[in-house]
């Protein structure tokens, strides 16, 4: 079993730009999320989705959308990105919401 | 206040030494506790993971949960140089948004 995977693992944006990233689970897992991770800040939620269909805002939602596509995947999307939000962006599933959560290798964004 | 406080280290000790790593908490419902270990530009990979008060022991690796001084810890015995990472504590009501993660400490055990 891959786990959790994530893509793409760098990437480099001017400000205003958009892009999306990916993530996929094997695990069957019900419940997916989307954390940053910036310095001396520990792991922020930014989005979830206790469920295939459904998708709540977490933490620090401002600037970024989210897609449940199916039990598998889940997109993180950056409409006009912006220097703030350069940080490494963590997907982690859970298979109910109070266990652990299993995360992939992150994607390193940078925004210029 | 922050939910979770972690000291953030850095933490060296040599090879064999026993290691104590701490988090406070202010919130009483938290009631799952985890810790994770994160090697560098890695994710972070689930170590322990407890119910409520009490012991748990896995090899060199033992956690403990204090919910009356809201204090949780985790210690290693026999340190190895594999071991150098940085450590996340998190912890949770049980709801799929209130899981909180402490900043995490950087520990280096030098052989």
């Known amino acids: 079993n891959a786990g959790v995977t994530q893509t793409p693992k760098f990437q480099v944006l001017k400000t205003g730009q958009s892009m999306t990233l990916q993530c996929a689970q094997d695990?069957?897992?019900?419940?997916m999320y989307w954390y940053r991770q910036d310095p001396g800040m520990g792991l922020r939620l930014i989005y979830y989705s206790a469920s295939e269909g459904t998708t709540d805002k977490g933490e620090v939602p401002n600037g970024y959308n989210v897609s449940r596509l199916n039990k598998r995947e889940f997109s993180l999307r950056l409409e006009s990105a912006a220097p703030s939000q350069t940080s490494v962006y963590f997907c982690a599933s859970s298979e109910f919401p109070g266990s652990s959560r299993y995360f992939g290798p992150g994607t390193r964004l940078t925004v210029t | 206040q922050k939910e979770v406080e972690q000291d953030p280290g850095p933490l060296s000790v040599p090879e064999g030494a026993i290691v104590s790593l701490n988090c406070t908490y202010s919130n009483s419902a938290f009631q799952y506790f985890m810790w994770y270990r994160q090697y560098s530009r890695k994710g972070p990979e689930l170590l322990m993971y407890t119910y409520s008060s009490g012991n748990k022991e896995d090899g060199r690796f033992t956690a403990q949960v204090d919910k009356s001084s809201k204090y949780i810890s985790l210690f290693i015995r026999d340190s190895q140089p594999s071991d150098s990472a940085t450590y996340l504590c998190?912890?949770?009501?049980?709801?799929?948004?209130?899981?909180?993660f402490g900043a995490g400490t950087r520990l280096t055990v030098k052989p």
């Open positions: 998190a912890m949770s009501a049980g709801n799929n948004n209130d899981m909180r």
């Open positions: 695990m069957n897992h019900n419940s």
